[in-house]
């Protein structure tokens, strides 16, 4: 373990013991390393989310650490935009990134405004930290950015380091069938490929796993003594470590062995209800109108869906595995978590740019050591949370909360971490898409497609009692009040948004 030295050094290992409980100054050399971790079109059908056995038990043994966020979403159901968001900490319509794009520079060169801004990444390193960057973070085209192994649209001053992976997706030695006749592009049809085991290691996830393991074999390593070569880049700082794993994104690719669990017999695909009042906007993304899939073909698409997330989480299983190893899990902050949730046939709706529950809701898995948040391992929190939250969240647990971006539009969730008692004050998850608006709360999803109010163009589903979103009570009398309070939030939230 490297260990501060000077009077200075003591007065950093003394603040991080009160604040992390630690039990010795000889336990934390510096303050909180951090790995992040983002999975591309996860949605919360895994382990810690359901009653999923041996599905994704990597997951599970993180959330098992940590807590779970049962109600966290997307800012915007779209990699490009998501992405900028959380690693922002501004709304889409704040910073300007409302669709995919590979400008170099992000939210920064989109909105000039924001140039001197840092992303979450960009803080961490102007706080002296190493930041590293693995695989798509911000947009990278999957498949084809990555096939090339272009940088997309990432923000280069957040980084010390950044590796893009040069995976071969769609070229990888399989047979990759098209199970969406209507749609020839890989990056948003269904395709899938089972590959042999012993090739796992030529995916583009195993690649990132292993760069990223390299990474902190890196920062754990003694350095010589007396060397006089080029060494590590700040040899002794803490480390913000960013991994991107590209699936479940389609195309649908994974090892024989993550496909096998699942039987094609046994995939059921959901039921579809769909009233009369539901707006046309909102159905945009259904089978027959892109993907033109039959029942089989949606089946196989659910499966080779269930196998990615299979071969995905042992790759998180891997990381965490490093950590351990190495002796830095006890002062590595590990967070998990999905650019936005994924649509696999619910309201016969596929993929995502949709704004029901399915397509905005993501996992969020915080795992933070030492003593003050050990209460709250293994449990959940139930308050509603935005993606953008996590800018501030990771700021305050880094000890850096008297210098967090005034800018940012998020809250912290440290209270939640600590096992404080929920507020009463109402929050809400604000998502955009397609020219639609969606507020949720603890109980109600409201959503607006357009900004009148008098065409039909209203969704209200209460979660209480219509998890899936099937029967929209907007033109109920019984709801008026309930409509009216949140079209008015809607508005108040869009005012602060866009000022």
């Not at 490297?2 to 050399?29: D, F």
């Not at 293994?378 to 971006?405: C, K, M, Q, R």
């Not at 608006?437 to 979660?463: C, K, M, V």
Request: proline share 6%; with cysteine.
């Amino acid at each position: 373990m490297k260990v501060h030295k000077g009077w200075y050094g003591l007065i950093i290992q003394l603040t991080i013991l009160m604040t992390y409980g630690l039990a010795s100054p000889l336990a934390v050399a510096q303050q909180p390393n951090i790995l992040l971790i983002i999975s591309d079109d996860l949605n919360t059908r895994i382990g810690p989310y359901m009653k999923v056995a041996d599905h994704t038990p990597n997951l599970d043994r993180l959330a098992a650490a940590g807590v779970r966020f049962t109600r966290a979403y997307s800012q915007f159901p779209l990699c490009g935009p998501s992405r900028a968001s959380l690693m922002s900490g501004l709304y889409p319509e704040t910073n300007g990134v409302t669709r995919n794009n590979d400008q170099l520079g992000s939210y920064r060169e989109e909105t000039p405004a924001l140039a001197n801004h840092p992303s979450l990444a960009g803080f961490f390193r102007e706080q002296g930290y190493f930041t590293a960057r693995i695989s798509k973070i911000f947009h990278m085209g999957v498949p084809g950015g990555i096939e090339r192994g272009e940088p997309g649209g990432d923000d280069p001053d957040s980084w010390d380091y950044a590796y893009n992976v040069l995976g071969p997706e769609t070229l990888s030695p399989g047979n990759l069938e098209l199970l969406s006749p209507k749609n020839n592009h890989y990056g948003s049809n269904f395709a899938q490929m089972v590959i042999a085991d012993s090739l796992e290691g030529t995916q583009t996830d195993y690649l990132a796993a292993s760069q990223a393991i390299a990474v902190l074999e890196n920062r754990a390593g003694k350095l010589p003594a007396n060397g006089t070569n080029k060494q590590r880049i700040k040899k002794e700082a803490p480390f913000f470590l960013a991994v991107g794993f590209v699936r479940p994104h389609v195309p649908l690719i994974a090892p024989e062995s993550s496909f096998s669990p699942y039987s094609l017999e046994e995939v059921v695909l959901p039921p579809v209800k769909i009233g009369e009042n539901v707006p046309e906007m909102a159905l945009r993304r259904q089978n027959e109108k892109i993907w033109g899939m039959d029942a089989l073909q949606q089946r196989k698409a659910i499966r080779a869906y269930l196998a990615s997330v299979r071969f995905m989480d042992q790759q998180v299983g891997r990381l965490l595995d490093a950590l351990d190893r190495l002796d830095l899990r006890n002062e590595t902050i590990v967070v998990f978590l999905s650019d936005h949730g994924y649509n696999l046939g619910e309201h016969d709706c596929w993929s995502k740019s949709s704004l029901w529950e399915g397509s905005i809701r993501v996992p969020l898995i915080v795992s933070v050591p030492g003593k003050a948040f050990e209460k709250t391992y293994g449990s959940i929190s139930e308050t509603t949370t935005e993606l953008l939250d996590l800018y501030p969240t990771l700021v305050g647990l880094a000890g850096y909360s008297a210098e967090t971006p005034s800018i940012l539009q998020g809250k912290s969730l440290e209270p939640q971490l600590k096992g404080s008692a929920e507020s009463s004050v109402q929050r809400y998850a604000y998502t955009i898409a397609n020219g639609g608006s969606s507020l949720r709360t603890s109980r109600w999803r409201y959503t607006r497609w357009g900004s009148s109010t008098d065409g039909g163009n209203e969704e209200l589903y209460d979660h209480a009692t219509d998890p899936e979103e099937w029967n929209n009570l907007v033109g109920q009398a019984s709801h008026t009040a309930v409509l009216d309070s949140l079209r008015n939030a809607l508005d108040e939230v869009q005012g602060n948004v866009r000022r």
